[in-house]
């Protein structure tokens, strides 16, 4: 620990970011919201941008290996990866750079965190971010995981929360409908970011859920899906 004094505070270390003025890096990040207001889209949205290295809203992205640890199955991502690669133009390799974990749980119990820190030491490379979707009612087990990733990889940790933990840096997600043209509704949510951990100021962001095909060689037919593309809402 040091202390810094008049010009020397200069030379202080500066807060690095996987997602500039988004998602800081060797933090815990908790994505907070009812259930189903869209908190994976976002949480995919964020890895995908991550791992191709775009930006994500306007906000540059630093390349990287990401992991994305899933309650819920993998089953349902596909359609929603390959519509946001053919959305944004990437190749298919883009997802080459994420590593998906299915815990196959609804408990992340010690044995089952134990098991995915093998897992995440076992990984080529060193993960950048992990993601970790879980049940909302574990969360104070998925807290214990993350930091726990945290101490060992000095990861960018996301999980998901219907809580607030003031102590962490918080994204709330409030829902919204909007119509267009009076014929349809359109879904979304407005994120509220700290704009520094501590500040007490903040940033909003409106973003709505895209449908689009998922269609490519492995889906000719190519049904449409509520994917995990995000488009900012002009106001």
Same mark, same amino acid.
């Given at each position: ?5 008049? $010009?020397?505070? #200069? %030379?202080?270390? !500066?807060?690095?970011? =996987? ?12 994505? +907070?919201?009812? =259930? ?18 775009? @930006?994500?809203? /306007? ?10 640890? #899933? =309650?819920?199955?993998? /089953?349902?991502?596909? @359609? ?17 750079? *994420?590593?998906?974990?299915?815990? /196959?749980?609804? *408990? ?9 820190? $093998? ?11 992990? *993601? ?14 993350? !930091?726990? *990733? ?18 962490? %840096?918080?994204? !709330? ?9 009076? $014929?349809?509704?359109? /879904?979304?949510?407005? =994120?509220?970011? @700290? ?14 859920? %895209? +449908? ?19 488009? $900012?809402?002009?106001?």
């Amino acid at each position: 620990m040091r202390v810094f004094h008049g $010009e020397d505070s #200069s %030379q202080a270390p !500066q807060q690095e970011w =996987a997602i500039k003025g988004i998602l800081p890096k060797q933090q815990i990040t908790i994505v +907070q919201g009812k =259930a189903g207001i869209g908190k994976t889209f976002l949480l995919l949205d964020w890895a995908l941008c991550c791992a191709s290295d775009k @930006p994500w809203v /306007n906000h540059a992205t630093t390349h990287g290996h990401v992991v994305y640890v #899933s =309650a819920f199955g993998l /089953n349902r991502l596909g @359609p929603r990866l390959r519509a946001w690669v053919k959305y944004h133009q990437q190749g298919r390799d883009v997802l080459q750079s *994420i590593g998906f974990v299915d815990v /196959n749980t609804s *408990i992340l119990d010690s044995e089952t965190t134990q098991r995915l820190m $093998e897992t995440l030491r076992a990984s080529m490379d060193k993960p950048s971010v992990v *993601i970790l979707d879980m049940y909302d009612d574990q969360q104070k087990t998925v807290l214990h995981a993350a !930091q726990r *990733i945290l101490d060992e990889f000095g990861s960018s940790v996301v999980m998901v929360s219907s809580e607030g933990y003031p102590s962490f %840096q918080v994204v !709330q997600l409030t829902p919204f409908t909007r119509s267009v043209r009076g $014929e349809k509704s359109i /879904n979304g949510f407005t =994120a509220t970011f @700290p704009e520094r951990t501590g500040s007490g100021r903040t940033k909003t962001i409106s973003l709505w859920l %895209q +449908q689009v095909p998922a269609q490519d060689d492995l889906d000719p037919t190519g049904d449409l899906t509520t994917s995990c593309i995000l488009s $900012e809402m002009s106001s």
